[in-house]
């Protein structure tokens, strides 16, 4: 099992294990001075299936797919989208979670509820104002579809413990790596809210992104 003391952003969720990388139907050919990749058509069922057998190998302790786990790091974002936090919150969030994935704390019954503390908590953390942490326990719960609002927060002090109470991210790379790859997603997200009349007030300019260009 894997020590959360020692966590990296890219170990869990490889960005570099997409439906382009996964599954037997890639076929490299190498030259002198350049390789070429060459992808079959696999049906779409097929490649999700391939990429869960290849995170299964890599963490076969733990009990949730590769596809679920990104699927519900999308709805943290889309929460967070939503509550207009500040993306720097979601990307801390998201260490928790891994951190948590990592120990082999999650199942099926209790991953959303873990997903939704792991926001909470860093909200608070970042001194979130308690009205704007009330509508942010409002879309989680419309969102992971909650039937009792009171036990969102349920969570909260065991993922403390499991985390023994080490919620300060020291390297700046954590953040940054799931920063980044939020950056891209929320842009796609974004964009399907204009096409959908969506739109919410978003901040243009985290706080992480005022830290790193001054």
């Known amino acids: ?29 190498k030259f002198a001075s350049y390789a070429v990749s060459i992808i ?16 299964k190998e890599k963490f076969p302790y733990i009990q949730i797919t590769l596809t679920k786990l990104r699927s519900i790091k999308r709805e943290m974002m889309e929460v967070g989208y939503e509550s207009c ?6 990307a801390q969030s998201f260490i928790y979670f891994e951190k948590l994935i990592l ?20 909200a608070k953390l970042n001194d979130v104002s308690k009205k704007e942490i009330n509508k942010l326990i409002d879309n989680i719960s419309n969102k992971f579809r ?10 909260e002090f065991p993922i403390l413990v499991a985390l ?16 980044e790859r939020l950056t891209n997603i929320l842009e796609r997200y974004r964009q399907n809210c204009i096409t959908n009349n969506l739109l919410l007030e978003y901040p ?3 706080s992480f992104q005022r830290t790193i260009s001054d």
């Open 1 to 29: 099992m894997h020590n959360s003391l020692h966590y990296q952003p890219d170990y869990l969720d490889d960005p570099e294990l997409t439906e382009m990388t996964a599954g037997k139907n890639r076929t490299c050919l």
């Open 40 to 55: 079959d058509y696999v049906k779409p069922l097929d490649l999700k299936k391939e990429i869960n057998e290849t995170f």
């Open 85 to 90: 936090l500040d993306l720097i919150i979601v």
């Open 103 to 122: 120990q082999g704390l999650i199942n099926k019954s209790n991953r959303k509820f873990l997903a939704a503390n792991c926001l909470i908590i860093a």
């Open 146 to 155: 909650f039937d009792n609002r009171k036990d969102v927060t349920l969570y």
């Open 164 to 179: 023994e109470f080490n919620l300060i991210i020291k390297y700046e790379n954590d953040f940054y790596f799931h920063y």
């Open 204 to 206: 243009k300019i985290s």
